[in-house]
């Protein structure tokens, strides 16, 4: 049981340039999300999904995109990277939503961390 | 805005000691509330948690403190110990979004 894996671990981007963080999750878990942790700020929701077929916006969502073919995987697709886009991104899911008080547990990936230069 | 505050970056204590942690949210449908402890170049995982109808969780040396009408929470560690270092994140849910809303940390140093 290999919980939530992101990959990569690090990247290093131009401006500009496209790119794909990668989420898997082997628990079976229908939600699933992504965050980006930056230096006094937090963790800050970008996309979530809760179910496959099903995404929707978080806090911070431009310049991301989210899709969700499978209960398995969730990638994070960076359109057009830009230099505020510099952080470290987590993936988390868990059984039941955020928001429903009904095992709100998430289970985190250990982060990619992401440079745009 | 920040709904969920952590007002203190940081927090040092003796081994041995209570450790205190503190947070505050502004959003009043938040009724489910989680702390998540972070090591360096980890995610976080799961701490403890306390839901809106109770005032206190406790699970061995972890105890969740929750003052709904100050909309305030704590997080008491008691005994400390050094491998309680870490970054610790308050987070809230509820409402009508599905999502969580996160402190911005407190990391907690324990001195042997």
């Known amino acids: 049981n290999a919980g939530v894996t992101q990959t990569p671990k690090f990247q290093v981007l131009k401006t500009g340039q496209s790119m794909t963080l990668q989420c898997a999750q082997d628990m079976n878990h229908e939600y699933m999300s992504w965050y980006r942790q930056d230096p006094g700020m937090g963790l800050r929701l970008i996309h979530y999904?809760?179910?496959?077929?099903?995404?929707d916006q978080g806090e911070v969502p431009n310049g991301y995109n989210v899709s969700r073919s499978t209960t398995e995987d969730f990638p994070l697709r960076l359109l057009s990277a830009a230099p505020s886009q510099t952080s470290v991104y987590f993936c988390?899911?868990?059984?039941?939503?955020?928001?429903?008080?009904?095992?709100?547990?998430?289970?985190f990936g250990p982060g990619t961390r992401l440079t745009v230069l | 805005d920040q709904q969920v505050k952590q007002n203190s970056p940081s927090l040092s204590v003796q081994e041995g000691r209570i450790s205190i942690l503190n947070c505050d949210y502004t959003n009043s449908m938040f009724d489910y509330f989680l702390w998540y402890k972070k090591y360096p170049a980890e995610g976080p995982t799961f701490l403890i948690s306390i839901s809106s109808i109770k005032d206190k969780n406790e699970d061995g040396r972890f105890t969740v403190f929750l003052n709904k009408s100050a909309k305030h929470l704590s997080l008491h560690i008691v005994p400390s110990q050094p491998g309680d270092s870490a970054v610790y994140f308050c987070a809230a849910s509820g409402g009508l979004n599905n999502d969580m809303r996160f402190g911005a940390g407190t990391r907690l140093t324990v001195k042997p």
């Open positions: 988390a899911s868990s059984y039941t939503p955020a928001g429903t008080g009904i095992s709100d547990t998430q289970y």
């Open positions: 999904s809760v179910g496959a077929g099903i995404t």
